[in-house]
Structures are given as structure tokens and as C-alpha cells.
């Protein structure tokens, strides 16, 4: 009795815990389908304006355009980063010595230091480059991501020596073992580390907000953000419809890959 006691206690607390959670993301999809003053008046049910806020989101904005910006920006910045940030972690576990520890250290330690502080020194290299307004400007301070490199090391640490060892004996070098051997290995923990990337580059919004100056290179934070003050009256059904084509490419990403994000977090090795 007393079990069962218990279990009901464990199952109602994560009913209710999956409810906070679901709760935001389904007022966003039947704000997405009411008006802006049934929004206003509290109404949780769906309604029948899901099309005509489409077409005012449509007519007003190159919606096209602007999420193609936004993925071209985190697909390009998510390849770069794994790449880099991979074997950056793959030298300091493999081929560590005093001096990489140090560098490792410090770089953890700029793990501490808030972006917003970096935005200005930021723009003014970007300026100096003559990348303002461009999207390169965006992907290049997120390839060499701080926390990716952590990430990356400590799901390093569990891949055996013996399998580099064997590879250095059939004569493979450092890059022939790190993409034959290592990368077909670590795909779970690359699957985890694109999701995080790429939602890192998505929901950018204080760098693009400073580097893009016209629409046409706008990404989708900025539009959501600018839908706020494009007007006196703000339209909360058009603003619900934009959150909710926002949120697609990353709840498609997850869904696709959530068993390896998974696997990934918890560092396993795949054959």
C-alpha cells in the first residue's frame, strides 16, 4: 500500500511537472490561431484567426527570406563550430601537456566573462574587418564556442587510447584516426553538441541586434523583437504566429535527433 502510495506521488508530481512545461509552448500555438484581444483577454483555447495571421505575418515581412538567413547563419555556424571546437578538445585530451592545461584553463575561466560585454569590442573588430551588415560577422565569434570545447573534452576523456594506438600502427596519422576513428565513434556526443549549437546561434539576438542594419539581412529574433514596436498597438496574434515558425527548425532538429542528444549527454560510445 504503501508503495503504491508512493508511486502515486512520483506520478502526479511529473504530470505536473510535464504540464509546466507543455503549458508555454501550447499558449503560443493557440495564441497563433486567436486575436490580439482574445490574447489579451486570457483565452487558452484555439481559435479561427491562424490563417489570417499567417497572411498579415506574410504580407509584412519576407518571412522566406529572413529564416533562410537564420538557418544559413546557425547551419554554417554549427558545421564550423564542431569542427573546430572537436578537435581543438581532441588535442588538449589526447596530446596534453603543461603548457595546453594552462591554455585550457584560461579558457575555461573565459567561460566567466558575460557576452554583453564583449558586444562592443566585438563590433569595433567586425567594423575594422568591414563585416557590418554581413552575416559573417556572425558566425565567426560563435565557431570557437568556450563551452563546446568543454563539452567535447570530457566526452573525449571515455574514447580508449588503444583504438588511436591501433590506428598508429596501421600507419593512420592524427587526422586519419580523429575522422575514421573518432568521429564515426563520437556521433552521439556530435548530435548533442549540434543541437546546443545550433539553438546557441538561433536564439542570438544582442550581436545581430548591433551588426544587422537592414532588413533584408534580419534574422528571426529580430523580427520577433521588432514586431513588439513595429506599432502603438501591438498585434500579439501576429507576434504568437512568428514565435511559432521560430520554433520549428529547432523542435524539428530535436525530434530527429533526441535519442543520440541523449546518448550524447551522457557520454556513450557508439561503434
Known sequence: MKSKSLTFLKYTFLIICSFI????????IAGATNTSNQI???KLSLGTH??????ALLGAYNIPLIMWNSLKISLVTVVLSLLVTSMAAFGFEKFNTRR????????LLFMMIPFATLVIPLFKMMAGLNLVNQHLALILPYISNIFLIFFFRQSFKSFPDDIMDSGKIEGAGNYTIFFKLVFPMMKSTYAAAAIYAFMNSWNSYL??????QTEDKYTMTLLISGLSSASYVANYGVQMMAIVIATLPTLILFLMMQKS????M????KA
Not at 550581436?207 to 544587422?212: A, C, K, N
Not at 542528444?261 to 550524447?264: E, H, I, L, S, T
Not at 551522457?266 to 560510445?269: M, P
Open 50 to 55: 491562424f490563417l489570417k495571421n499567417l497572411s
Open 207 to 212: 550581436l545581430p541586434l548591433i551588426i544587422l
Open 40 to 42: 489579451a483577454e486570457g
Open 100 to 107: 595546453s592545461e594552462l591554455i585550457y584553463s584560461i579558457l
Open 21 to 28: 512545461s507543455i503549458f508555454p509552448f501550447y499558449w503560443m
Open 261 to 264: 542528444f541523449v546518448a550524447g
Open 266 to 269: 551522457t557520454g556513450s560510445l
